[in-house]
């Protein structure tokens, strides 16, 4: 068992919790499994009525709890990556979205689980952080019909802008 960190972030899941920690830390470099725990019901005392999972993703840290369906995770926290290119993008966004994950918009989406992402591009960040307030509109304008995010879309009309 490993130490948790000081502070992570908990993430309710209703089921499959191993299925989710080993989708998530095969997702990107630096991502481990840390330790699973299971506990017995405390109503019934049946074996693994919750399970619990330290996992690191690109060495943030966060726990999985798997808690049944009474409290499903909800659009207030998402996990966001920044990705290097859209090669990068493309890979998290179609793994993601695999056996019945959701896309939604400006490079949102939900996982099988419930979970919500942000998958954008370093780059898209850097250009909305320009100062420059005709590209960063003309920018945001190209994002707001995309669901996963097309970066030479996005790069042109920035240029554009």
Known sequence: MTTPARVRTC?????DVAGAARTY???????????MRAFEHMLTNEPEGVRVIEIELAGTPYTL?????????T??????????????????????????????ACGWLRDR????????????TEMAASGDRAK???????????????????EAAWAAG
Not at 11 to 15: E, L
Not at 65 to 73: D, K, R, S, V
Not at 113 to 124: F, K
């Open 11 to 15: 993430i309710w899941i209703d089921r």
């Open 25 to 35: 830390t095969a997702l990107l470099p630096g991502s481990r499994i840390l330790d």
């Open 65 to 73: 709890l798997e808690a049944g369906p009474h409290h499903p995770p």
């Open 75 to 104: 659009d207030r926290m998402s996990i966001a990556v920044a990705t290097e290119d859209q090669a990068e993008t493309d890979r998290l966004w179609h793994a993601l979205t695999a056996d019945g994950g959701q896309e939604m």
């Open 113 to 124: 689980w419930g979970v919500a992402w942000q998958i954008v591009p370093r780059r898209v």
């Open 136 to 154: 960063v509109s003309a920018l945001l304008r190209a994002m707001q019909p995309m669901r996963r995010l097309d970066l030479a879309a996005l």
